[in-house]
């Protein structure tokens, strides 16, 4: 449990005016004037029979709160590192200038509520309105699966609510169903019935969610009703935001909004999702007459004027859809730009049309995006059967740039068209970089223009044509070195001399943008650049010998994501899918090892850096005890370092020079003794850059 600041000893209507003065101006500030309010206090030592208007007179119990109808301004300031066990359900609405708070008071971890597997939420609010929630930790893990979420506030009323927040809570450990209904089954669930009841003013932000079984934060309908038809009638929730939040290790999707208007994305971090939604389908049935195999990371559906910006995705290991977006089916001016998506097992992006006219989605946006070793099974786009779609304003895909890795699964479609060969429908495909190393290949397309894309490294015959393509190196500074965090992606910027500068093309509804994934300014006149980088080249960026170049070993484990291709992919920690080089395993005395690097041709060398291994926290295992770094030269391999029983690195780079410039073709890394790994002695390493 995390440490909180809470609020001590709160203000109350009787304290000194000067006192109530400023308390007034610093809620005023907030967004909320609490007008004579009360504030309650909560706390395990207390007693119900009590006032509870101060903390020496505090209440004790959820069941206390929850039986009291609280009044606008009103604060409900449950004691820091209490514990309680569980619904926390109080009554009452706050009003425009005077919200209902639920937060904390004094110093400690958030106080904790424990679910124990209640339906409609371990914190629930039902028809109330101007509320905000703080700084609480709650579970709902009960002793058998079924519907359950952490916190829960819906609407039932038949007409609008208004102004809540849910903020700085951390909510995991819910065992809801995983294929199930997202607004029963979530961390977060923000829902409205499905008979006009919409919510206006909505703020998530600053949690965390984690530990549960389907879907992190949903915003949408408190259950389907009828067909998607019918969905497309019922008024929007809007002005929602959902923004900084962490969210990890969930059966199903991330963040979900779903019947909505105006919604925006922002600065979450989502991985490790769409774990087990997939297998539920497969094993038992959930007994809620809903089950939805299929998960995504981010995504919209049925939505209005959605923006989804400098999101980080990475691991959405769904079985069925997988992608770190989905804009989905009934959804208008969805805006996808400034994300970072790396290694999810669906790819980047999903666009499902439903095929019904009904349903369609309109003017889709992607751009300045990053995405690099996504899909490499599937493909880092997927395209849903019904192709593009075929609304008035057509989709726009620009100045993305992809990086797909040599390992990638043999003929990957780069565009997946679900259940046919061909995508139709009419799409403008511009300004992207396309850096494929693996071989891929390309379904048929009836009506998308590409139109000056860069195709570099890969092209099969099925290639799209483009008559403005570039094929030539993109020159990006060091492609596929992305790690965590969206600063972690320099590498995607461009080189000076980079064909990319400068030679791209405006085009397409609406203009390209005002800036960059970096915040780099993007002209409304001048020739645009073609990538995610709208930046000058970048000058003196050394060249990468190792990168892509052939690899050999003394012995090597090709299995998941250990292989040598691995070790020069640019990948510089281990990551799912690329955790780098292993030498073979079950060798259970030291031995010798080594791994030969050729970049087949001459090249000056001088500096040799080596990653280490930084799979499943135990950073820098398998780094050698001894080692020589070797160049060739004269036909023998020449030691230029020598190490012996170096400190265990972590995860820190290793950098070594020897005051001199070698010439050579091939480096080589040659180990006498090796780390104990378990009860084998192995050599890993996650890269291998080489340098002049």
């Known amino acids: 449990m995390k440490q909180v600041n809470c609020c001590i000893h709160l203000a109350k209507a009787f304290v000194l005016p000067f006192a109530m003065n400023l308390w007034r101006t610093v809620w005023f500030l907030l967004g909320c004037v609490p ?14 029979s009590r006032a509870g208007t101060s903390p020496e007179q505090a209440w004790k119990t959820l069941a206390k709160v929850s039986r009291t109808t609280f009044a606008p301004g009103d604060r409900i300031l449950f004691k820091a590192g209490g514990v309680w066990s569980g619904q926390l359900r109080p009554r009452g609405s706050g009003r425009e200038g ?7 008071y004094g110093t400690g971890a958030r106080p904790v509520i424990h679910g124990g597997g209640i339906q409609g939420g371990a914190i629930a609010l039902l028809n109330q309105e101007y ?4 700084n ?12 359950y979420v952490g916190v829960k506030v819906q609407n039932s009323t038949g007409g609008p609510l208004r102004h809540l927040r849910i903020s700085y809570c951390t909510v995991h450990d819910i065992n ?8 029963t089954n979530a961390g977060i669930a923000v829902v409205a019935d499905m008979n006009n009841s919409t919510w206006h003013d909505v703020v998530i932000e600053n949690n965390e969610v984690y530990d549960l079984s389907r879907v992190g934060i949903f915003v949408g309908p408190s259950w389907q009703v009828g067909g998607s038809p019918d969905w497309m009638k019922e008024p929007r929730s809007q002005n929602i935001v959902i923004q900084n939040n962490a969210i990890w290790n969930l059966g199903g999707d991330g963040i979900i909004n779903f019947v909505t208007s105006h919604v925006l994305i922002q600065h979450n971090v989502v991985y490790d999702t769409g774990l087990h939604s997939h297998r539920e389908a497969t094993g038992p049935k959930n007994p809620t007459s809903y089950l939805n195999a299929a998960s995504a990371a ?3 559906v049925i939505s209005d004027d959605t923006i989804m910006q400098f999101n980080e995705v990475y691991r959405c290991m769904a079985g069925l859809d997988g992608e770190a977006f989905d804009i989905d089916m009934g959804t208008d001016r969805t805006v996808v730009q400034y994300n970072y998506s790396h290694n999810n097992l669906g790819g980047f992006l999903l666009i499902c049309e439903s095929g019904s006219p009904l349903v369609d989605i309109n003017d889709v946006k ?10 490499l099974t599937k493909g880092p786009f997927h395209i849903g059967q019904y192709g593009f779609p075929p609304g008035p304003d057509k989709a726009e895909i620009h100045n993305n740039t992809v990086y797909v890795p040599a390992y990638a699964n043999k003929e990957v479609k780069m565009w997946r068209p679900y259940g046919v060969k061909t995508i139709v429908g009419d799409a403008y495909i511009y300004n992207n970089i396309f850096y494929v190393l693996g071989k891929v290949t390309y379904p048929g397309f009836t009506g998308a223009k590409f139109d000056h894309n860069v195709f570099y490294g890969h092209h099969p015959e099925n290639e799209p044509e483009d008559a403005h393509k570039l094929t030539s190196d993109p020159l990006l500074v060091r492609p596929g070195s992305g790690v965590y965090g969206l600063d972690s992606v320099d590498g995607y910027k461009l080189q000076a001399g980079s064909p990319a500068l400068g030679s791209g093309v405006h085009a397409g509804r609406g203009g390209l943008g005002a800036r960059d994934y970096w915040g780099n300014p993007v002209s409304a006149t001048e020739p645009p650049n073609r990538g995610a980088y709208s930046g000058p080249g970048i000058a003196g960026v050394p060249p990468n010998w190792a990168f892509n170049c052939a690899v050999t070993a003394s012995s090597a484990s090709e299995v998941g994501g250990w292989s040598m291709a691995r070790v020069v992919d640019g990948q510089k920690i281990s990551f799912l899918e690329s955790f780098g080089f292993s ?5 259970g005395t030291d031995h010798t090892e080594w791994i030969a690097l050729d970049f087949g041709a001459p090249r000056a060398v001088a500096k040799v850096i080596l990653y280490p291994c930084t799979l499943l926290s135990a950073a820098g295992r398998g780094f050698p005890k001894h080692f020589e770094i070797q160049i060739f030269k004269d036909g023998a391999w020449v030691t230029r370092v020598t190490r012996k029983d170096p400190p265990n690195p972590g995860a820190q780079p290793q950098v070594f020079t020897w005051g001199a410039t070698d010439v050579t073709s091939q480096v080589r890394i040659f180990c006498p003794g090796l780390d104990r790994v378990g009860s084998d002695y192995i050599l890993q390493l996650a890269e291998i850059e080489i340098t002049p």
């Open 583 to 587: 030498s073979a395993q079950g060798q």
């Open 98 to 104: 005077a919200c209902i708070a639920l937060d904390c």
């Open 35 to 48: 007008g004579f309010a009360v504030s309650y206090y909560v706390d395990p030592a207390g007693n119900d």
């Open 298 to 300: 981010i995504w919209n």
């Open 131 to 134: 509320w905000e929630i703080r």
């Open 136 to 147: 609480f930790e709650v579970t709902n893990r009960g002793a058998t699966q079924d519907q």
């Open 176 to 183: 809801g169903y995983a294929s199930g209904f997202y607004g």
């Open 366 to 375: 992607v751009r300045y995006n990053i995405s690099q070793t996504d899909g």
